[in-house]
C-alpha cells in the first residue's frame, strides 16, 4: 500500500506532478505535517491517513510547503527525527524480544507448522504474543523525506492524496 500524491494544479517543475511514499513513511510525515504546520484542519487531519483522493488546495500546498521550510530551518525537524528515532529503535529492540520469545513457541509447537495449524489453544498463545509487537518500529521518519515532500507543495499547485 502506498501514497500517491498527484498534482492538481499548474505545476513549475518535474518536482510538483507527483510525489510518493510508501505507508511506513507516510505515517509519520503526515502526522508530522498535522502537528507541527497548523496547515491541515482538524476535520481533514483524519484524511491524511487514507489515499482515497482528499485535496489538498493550491493555498494549503503553499502553507505547508511554507512551514515545512521553516521548521527545517530552524532544526525543529532534525530534532523530532532524533526524537522519533531514539523512540522507534526501542520499539525495535523492544520487538526483537517479542520475536525471541515467538521463535521459542514456535520450537515448543513444532517449527513445521504455521500458526493457523496450531490448535485452538496454541493459536490463542501465539496470537497473544504477536499482538505486543510495536507497530511504531515500522515507520521510519526523515528529514530528507519532509524536504522532499515540502519541495513538492511548494510547486504542485495543490494536490490530492491517493
Known sequence: ????????????????????????????LAQYIIEHTNCVSEKDAERWAY?????????EAKAIAKQLKHLIKKGHTQ?????YEKERKKAETYNEKVQKQLKAFE??????????DYSKEDKKKWDSIWEKRLWSANYPFSVENVKEFAEFCEDSGGFTIN
Open 1 to 28: 500500500m502506498g501514497f500517491d500524491l498527484m498534482s492538481t494544479g499548474n505545476h513549475k517543475t518535474k518536482k510538483g506532478e507527483y510525489y510518493r511514499n510508501n505507508v511506513w513513511g507516510w505515517r509519520p
Open 51 to 59: 489515499n482515497d483522493g482528499h485535496e489538498v488546495t493550491e493555498q
Open 79 to 83: 530534532k523530532h527525527y532524533e526524537e
Open 107 to 116: 520450537e515448543r509447537v513444532g517449527k513445521d507448522k504455521a500458526p493457523n
